[in-house]
């Protein structure tokens, strides 16, 4: 089984932040690699696969990079919008989930 | 449009089997190569991958649960059907469905269901 890592678990961050968060694997994923966005109560919503391609509608402001085991998605300008829980999944070998990060308000 | 609606009992005994539909439109299940997908979330947990079934018939489960999941589609109705044995409280959990494009297009679970609630307990 192929673990995906994320760190931090919870982030307190500002309007206007530049936000990184971090995605490992136990495995070499190669690109196969997506984020998701989930607000209270709401299914996850795709914003990145294969790494760095924004889903259709997604604001620029968001960013992925990486490759092979070590991942990180980018939120250049933090909006109150994007206040909301990350995950990180791997799609290389069946389907997996990080534990997420929760970007809070500082 | 895709849309996927998830549908079933709210509340299971223990030991019962839970049995969910997944009710789509926007695409079909003939097309090659498209998926539908079943993850669960525990309350307050990270999303787990539980079964998926392609268009060809081809079945995926997950490794820790194979035993107890069975992953079937009715193309005519656009219905994608799980079915869980044995349930115990730790499966309490939403439950979604998801649309998985074909490969070709390199991305994942791209559309969801809402999600059904789901809790086990005498």
């Known amino acids: 089984d192929i673990q995906m890592t994320q760190s931090p678990s919870t982030l307190s961050a500002s309007v206007g932040d530049r936000v990184t968060i971090t995605c490992r694997a136990s495995?070499?994923?190669?690109?196969?690699l997506a984020w998701y966005q989930q607000k209270p109560g709401k299914a996850p919503k795709l914003l990145i696969y294969k790494v760095s391609n924004l889903e259709s509608g997604v604001p620029s402001r968001f960013s992925g990079s990486g490759s092979e085991t070590e991942f990180t998605l980018t939120i250049s300008s933090l909006q109150p919008d994007d206040f909301a829980t990350y995950y990180c999944q791997q799609y290389s070998s069946y389907w997996t989930f990080g534990q997420g990060t929760k970007v809070e308000m500082k | 449009q895709i849309t996927l609606k998830e549908s079933g009992p709210t509340l299971v005994k223990p030991t019962q089997t839970l049995t969910l539909t997944c009710t789509f439109s926007g695409f079909s299940l003939s097309s090659n190569g498209v998926g539908v997908g079943w993850i669960r979330q525990p309350p307050g947990k990270a999303p787990e991958w539980l079964a998926l079934?392609?268009?060809?018939?081809?079945?995926r489960y997950s490794p820790s649960l194979r035993s107890r999941l069975t992953i079937t589609k009715d193309t005519s109705k656009n219905q994608v059907v799980l079915t869980m044995t044995n349930m115990d409280p730790v499966d309490t959990a939403t439950y979604y469905c998801a649309h998985r494009p074909v490969a070709a297009a390199g991305t994942s679970f791209d559309y969801w269901g809402e999600g059904a609630l789901v809790t086990v307990s005498s």
């Open positions: 495995h070499s994923i190669s690109r196969w």
């Open positions: 079934i392609y268009s060809i018939d081809d079945k």
